[in-house]
Nanobody
Framework: QVQLVESGGGLVEPGGSLRLSCVAS????????MAWYRQAPEKERELVAG???????RYEDSVKGRFTISRDNAKNTGYLQMNNLKPEDTGLYYC?????????????WGQGTQVTVSS
């Protein structure tokens, strides 16, 4: 019904920047919330940032001031601009979207994009 595809991950040195994108497609009426999670090796998946349909953002404390979440509702696309990256930001980054379709409302996950911060 709904597919999420992330892109933009890669290998970057500490202090560098990356911009992640998440494109949602399928039977979409509205995406109420788009969020980014990350999972480091041997750690639980954690919320990094999220944004409601009205543009209200939220951030995990460690990324405040460095990461910026945004979304283009017309394109069903979300973004995560990551600046001043640190080694502890390394992980698999997942897009999560709370979507209403013509038949249901539920959350969907993308397949993830790897971010590695290392010198």
């Amino acid at each position: 019904q709904v597919q999420l595809v992330e892109s933009g991950g890669g290998l970057v040195e500490p202090g560098g920047s990356l911009r992640l994108s998440c494109v949602a497609s399928g039977d979409i009426f509205r995406i109420y919330d788009m969020a980014w999670y990350r999972q480091a090796p041997e750690k639980e998946r954690e919320l990094v940032a999220g944004m409601l349909y009205d543009g209200t953002p939220r951030y995990e404390d460690s990324v405040k001031g460095r990461f910026t979440i945004s979304r283009d509702n017309a394109k069903n696309t979300g973004y995560l601009q990551m600046n001043n990256l640190k080694p502890e930001d390394t992980g698999l980054y997942y897009c999560n979207a709370h979507v209403t379709t013509t038949t249901t409302t539920q959350k969907y996950w993308g397949q993830g994009t790897q971010v590695t911060v290392s010198s």
